[in-house]
């Protein structure tokens, strides 16, 4: 079965760091992207950033660029998002998604998601 | 950046109307747009791509059309199933989303 698996929900202070991540399985993890999709409380769906496990190339949403930080460790399968410094803004449901890089699959954008993990961010 | 902008915000419908939300773009994507439904707690789940291709699994009662800058979403005849937040998505340039279609109970 094809699926992202994410780490469990945090709760953390004002100021502290964090990583969290997303395992990827059923498919071959450097033949897609994976990024992260950013959704506060009663809010939409904003793209944060995205990488490619193959060769780490990565991209960033404009609004997300030196707030976070996006890496994978291809040889398990496992992309990372991480915060040096969190804010209470960072407060929201983070979610990992897929998406084909060859052009024979590229069309079908986040095909697949992960569960969603669960930022709480409060002094 | 290349914005996108969904409407309606919010969507009243009874169970068999034919419901339409419309997303447009700031600049052309050629066909380059998705549609997702996103129930409440649950991650949203592809529907459409590449603007018109319907993902596997997911019912015929849904559509979407459009290409460069304007683009649409049709359900034929909403079920109960379909209560749900619909969002388009662009990844022309990037990957931008819509702001989110809200299809509540009449």
């Known amino acids: 079965e094809v699926q992202l698996v994410q780490s469990g929900a945090e709760v953390k202070k004002p100021g502290e760091s964090l990583k969290i991540s997303c395992k990827g399985s059923?498919?071959?993890?450097?033949?897609?992207?994976i990024g992260w999709v950013r959704q506060m409380p009663g809010k939409g769906l904003e793209w944060m950033g995205i990488?490619?496990?193959?060769?780490?190339?990565?991209r960033y949403s404009p609004s997300f660029q030196g707030q976070v930080t996006i890496s994978a460790d291809k040889s398990i399968s496992t992309a990372y998002l991480q915060w040096s410094s969190l804010k209470a803004s960072d407060t929201a449901m983070y979610y990992c998604?897929?998406?084909?890089?060859?052009?024979?699959?590229?069309?079908?954008?986040?095909?697949?998601w992960g569960q969603g993990t669960m930022v709480t961010v409060s002094s | 950046d290349i914005q996108m902008t969904q409407s309606p915000s919010t969507l009243s419908a009874s169970v068999g109307d034919r419901v339409t939300i419309t997303c447009r773009a700031s600049?052309?994507?050629?066909?380059?747009l998705a549609w997702y439904q996103q129930k409440p707690g649950k991650a949203p789940k592809l529907l459409i791509y590449?603007?018109?291709s319907l993902e596997s699994g997911v019912p015929s009662r849904f559509s979407g059309s459009g290409s460069g800058t304007e683009f649409t979403l049709t359900i034929s005849s909403l079920q109960p199933d379909d209560f749900a937040t619909y969002y388009c998505?662009?990844?022309?340039?990037?990957?931008?989303f819509g702001q989110g279609t809200k299809v509540e109970i009449k």
């Open positions: 998604v897929r998406h084909c890089s060859s052009t024979s699959c590229y069309a079908r954008a986040f095909d697949i």
């Open positions: 990488i490619y496990p193959g060769d780490s190339d990565t």
């Open positions: 059923g498919y071959s993890f450097t033949s897609y992207w």
């Open positions: 998505q662009q990844y022309n340039s990037l990957w931008t």
């Open positions: 590449k603007a018109s």
């Open positions: 600049q052309s994507i050629s066909s380059w």
